[in-house]
């Protein structure tokens, strides 16, 4: 991270995953105005902003769950269409949803290779849709990606996800994303509704997910955990790029400043 | 009767209900009941009265059992493709306006000299368009299930009286009819039954030895073999009952058979598992990469197909398509409450289509048992009325508090 810049878009480490003047429109809510945004492997991008700053949005639009109004994509510098979550799945991209978009009446082995489900060898005849599931297979899966997230209180990978805990679903949403085959992980608030054993695991993930030489997005209002884990801040307000930063060059009270009320002097909007 | 309404069963009655044969509880109980008045409790209060000179075991002999059965047939066959729609939170109320369109075109294909094979075939086809033509409004439209169903059950209980002018038409067709007489003979219904149970039993067992070469939580020795007991035991009562009147139904088989095909995609296929994910979160099911709108259209569409072949058992059975047998009679709000008396959920991803054929045995029962105990319509309409209420009560109360529903 040598940067010296602290403007948009010319980061030190070449982009992986990359996004040019996204424009986003909820009705007359104009909720992204031209963001631009980049994720380089082997580094971990955080990503804050005051509530309704734009967030999720852009993390949906990068997965695929919403379609973007204007805008580019470039992965590895080459232009890519996301258009629909199974494009994004393609690129790589894995995310973490705020909302953890979990099925509360299937099981979490079931919740855990949802729309990847595993499916019997030998049935090639019968379209993709009708195979036989492979539910023994996803069940072991599902131990492992639990087993490596640590998940202690979890007894059973059969049990329904409607009965479990609110930290329990979010490693459930966490060990989805991290255990799919992926090069950017992107992950909205994982840690909302974990205490702090499991905060630790997560960042845990979130470093091995670096090593790993994932591209990892990291979205939180926890100004420690970012500062322990990212290497890069990207700020975003009111739909807009304030500005991005290195890490190590930075400190809270200048990202707080930076969320709260832009740069004063000048203006980081790109759009 | 409902164990995950009350905390307090609840320990006891999971580890039951989870398993593949625990759903079944609730609706297996409620029909002992059902079968337990009208069968024993019934007739010992008339002996006790003196009404009757003898233990008059009617509603449990053989013959009223096979008539209960073929009449709950037709019902069951809609209610497991309803059972499909509500899987996804749906509805469809024009399941039994479109077997009617489909019983009455039926009859006038074969009337017209269309072979009966191949006049099922083109109803079946049409049962299809007429099911997925309100998915697709429903999918891809937008308007709810409720609306576009309703408005289809107007339409075409407009479109079966355009085809059937006199509302009444005989079906003669000998392979119509077979449908409904073939009999399989003693025999082979039993070899068939046994090797039902022996197929049951062994993939069972099969699965739980690879649970256990994976190294992955096993079945209660006691659910696993209380499952194949109870499933041995209830196939073997049902194929000797019928024996002992007459034989097994061809029907029936056929019945058996469509419901274990969509009973199999719906639990074991990844089609199966994105119904119940639209139905239990249709937005996560979208995010995760599932065509919400292809399934939601198919789903209809085998509403269509169910429908379809309802109407041509319906005419197979009574040898006629009359109005009020199918679109404009209780054939609907059977099927629908059929369904749901299942266990099947109104709110979407949960629920059997074998409940589904439980359910209507209940139905079937309550309107049989009535009926022979000389009740009035009045009565039954009323009875089915508070039995429906429960059955959705106790879905209701079952929701997980928190749920975000659909
Ligand atoms: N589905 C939607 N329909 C309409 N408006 C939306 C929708 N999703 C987001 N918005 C609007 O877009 C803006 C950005 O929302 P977004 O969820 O991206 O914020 P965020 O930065 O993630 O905030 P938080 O920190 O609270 O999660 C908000 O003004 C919000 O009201
Ligand atoms: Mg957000």
Redesign the interface.
């Known amino acids: 991270m040598t940067s010296e810049d602290k403007m948009v878009g010319q980061a030190a480490p070449p982009a992986h995953l990359a996004v040019r003047g996204i424009q986003k429109w909820f009705g007359g809510v104009h909720a992204l105005r031209g963001v631009d945004f980049e994720v380089a492997r082997g580094e971990v991008m955080a990503l804050v902003g005051d509530n309704g700053a734009g967030k999720s949005t852009l993390m949906k639009v990068l997965a695929g769950a919403h379609l973007a109004d204007d805008g580019t994509f470039l992965l590895d510098g080459k232009p890519v269409e996301v258009t629909s979550p199974n494009d994004a799945t393609e690129l790589g991209i894995q995310i973490v949803y705020q909302d953890l978009a979990l099925c509360e009446n299937l099981d979490v082995a079931a919740n855990l290779s949802l729309g990847a489900e595993s499916v019997k060898p030998g049935w090639g005849f019968l379209p993709r849709l009708l195979r036989p599931l492979d539910d023994l297979e996803m069940e072991v899966k599902a131990k492992k990606a639990i087993d490596r997230l640590e998940v202690r209180t979890l007894q059973s990978v059969r049990a329904k996800v409607g009965g479990l805990s609110g930290g329990q679903r979010q490693a459930i949403a966490i060990a989805r994303a991290v255990g799919a085959e992926s090069s950017v992980v992107m992950l909205d608030e994982p840690t909302a509704a974990l205490g702090v054993a499991q905060t630790r695991q997560v960042l845990e993930v979130v470093k091995r997910l670096r090593e790993t030489n994932h591209a990892v997005v990291y979205i939180s209002h926890n100004m420690r955990d970012i500062f322990e884990v990212s290497d890069r801040i990207t700020v975003l307000r009111h739909g807009t790029n304030v500005a991005t930063y290195t890490t190590s060059e930075t400190n809270p009270d200048e990202i707080v400043v930076a969320m709260t009320r832009g740069l004063d002097t000048e203006n980081g909007n790109a759009a | 009767m409902q164990p995950e309404a009350k905390m307090t069963f609840l320990d006891r009655f999971s580890a039951l209900r989870?398993t593949q044969f625990g759903a079944f509880v609730p609706v297996l109980l409620a029909l002992a009941a059902i079968w337990g008045y009208f069968g024993l409790v019934l007739p010992l209060i008339d002996l006790m009265s003196g009404e009757a000179d003898s233990f008059r075991a009617i509603f449990l002999s053989p013959r009223n059992i096979y008539n209960l059965f073929m009449q709950s047939a037709v019902i069951a066959t809609l209610a497991v493709g309803i059972t499909i729609v509500l899987l996804l939170g749906d509805i469809d109320l024009s399941a039994a306006a479109t077997a009617g369109v489909c019983a009455a075109l039926l009859g006038v294909l074969v009337l017209s000299g269309v072979p009966g094979w191949l006049a099922c075939i083109i109803v079946i086809f049409v049962g299809i368009i007429m099911g997925a033509a309100q998915g697709l409004l429903v999918a891809y439209v937008g308007i709810p299930s409720f609306v576009v169903t309703l408005a289809g059950l107007l339409g075409y209980q407009g479109l079966m009286q355009k085809i059937l002018p006199t509302g009444n038409l005989n079906v003669g067709d000998p392979f119509v009819r077979g449908i409904a007489r073939v009999l399989i003979p003693d025999l082979w219904g039993i070899v068939l039954g046994l090797a039902v149970v022996g197929l049951f039993a062994y993939a069972n067992l099969r699965?739980q030895s690879?649970?256990k070469a994976?190294g992955?939580?096993q079945d209660s020795a006691f659910a696993l073999w209380g499952q194949v007991v109870a499933f041995s035991v209830i196939v073997v009562a049902v194929v000797l009952t019928l024996n002992a009147y007459r034989s097994l139904p061809l029907l029936l088989v056929l019945l058996i058979a469509i419901t274990a095909l969509l009973g199999w995609?719906t639990t074991?296929?990844?089609?199966?598992?994105?119904l119940?994910?639209v139905?239990?979160?249709a937005?996560?099911?979208?995010?995760?990469?599932?065509k919400v709108k292809r399934i939601r259209v198919s789903a209809f569409a085998i509403v269509g197909l169910m429908a379809a072949i309802g109407g041509i058992f319906g005419a197979s059975r009574y040898g006629s398509v009359s109005y009020t047998a199918f679109a404009g009679g209780s054939l609907l709000l059977e099927a629908i409450g059929a369904a749901v008396i299942g266990g099947t959920s109104l709110f979407?991803?949960?629920g059997s289509v074998w409940n589904a054929i439980l359910g209507a045995l209940v139905i079937g029962s309550l309107g049989n048992g009535l009926d022979l105990t000389g009740a009035s319509a009045a009565d039954k309409l009323m009875v089915s009325g508070a039995i429906l209420l429960l059955a959705v009560a106790i879905d209701a109360l079952s929701r997980?508090g928190n749920?975000?529903g659909r």
């Open positions: 989870e699965k690879l649970r994976l992955l939580e995609i074991s296929t990844p089609y199966g598992r994105s119940f994910a139905g239990g979160n937005e996560s099911a979208r995010r995760v990469g599932m979407g991803g949960r997980p749920g975000s």
